[in-house]
């Protein structure tokens, strides 16, 4: 039996989080770093966005949109001679949104050394053929590291809506004017 064919007692359906599971490793080209010669930021941050829609789009088998990304924390320099290793997974899920995690491990070629470099959490909603957000399976952690995100889950999520509210009143205040109006 699949896992996708098992409801609890919500009657939701539950994936385990090791079915959104993606992985991808990127070599360092020139052409993807900045004037330190490290990776440039804004390409591991579209790296983490793919690999992360990946990750929710398995999870729900359903359209998704970024909803909104934490935050990248950019913990040590990329170089040339490293790999970059992105491991992408659902942690934890609301009714139609899902948090997804993505680990990045850099490898420096030369001696195997691995460091995490950067990680991030991202959130993502899905939409029905309406586009409208959808209710999504249930995640079911397995390891030390998927339970221990998942637990610790519905604090981040509750930091989103409050920042969420935030960003909205701020929104208020803006104008839509460009300099030349
Ligand atoms: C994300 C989006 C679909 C939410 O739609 P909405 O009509 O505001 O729907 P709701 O307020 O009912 O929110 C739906 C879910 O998204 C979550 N959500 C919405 N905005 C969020 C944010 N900024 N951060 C985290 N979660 C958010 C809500 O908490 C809710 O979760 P739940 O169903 O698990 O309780 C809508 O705001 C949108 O389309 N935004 C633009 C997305 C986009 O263009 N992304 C970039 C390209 S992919």
Redesign the pocket.
């Known amino acids: 039996m699949q896992a996708s064919d098992k409801k609890g007692q919500s009657g939701m359906e539950h994936r385990y989080a090791r079915e959104s599971k993606c992985y991808k490793t990127s070599r360092v080209f020139p052409t993807d770093v900045n004037n330190h010669n490290t990776l440039f930021g804004g390409k591991l941050m579209a790296y983490v966005d793919d690999i992360a829609s990946i990750a929710a789009s398995k999870h729900c088998r359903r359209s998704v949109?970024?909803?909104?990304t934490d935050s990248v924390d950019f913990l040590h320099p990329i170089r040339p001679s490293d790999s970059v290793c992105m491991e992408s997974y659902v942690t934890w899920t609301?009714?139609?949104?899902m948090e997804v995690f993505v680990k990045i491990i850099k490898e420096d070629l030369l001696n195997g050394e691995r460091t995490i470099a950067a990680t991030s959490f991202l959130?993502f909603?899905a939409?029905d053929e309406n586009r409208k957000?959808v209710a999504v399976p249930e995640v079911i952690p397995e390891t030390e590291e998927e339970i221990k995100l998942h637990e610790t889950a519905p604090h981040r999520a509750e930091m989103?809506?409050m920042r969420?509210q935030e960003s909205k009143k701020f929104a208020g205040y803006l104008t839509v004017k460009q300099p030349w109006d």
């Open positions: 949109v970024t909803a909104s609301g009714n139609s949104s959130t909603v939409l957000p989103r809506r969420r």
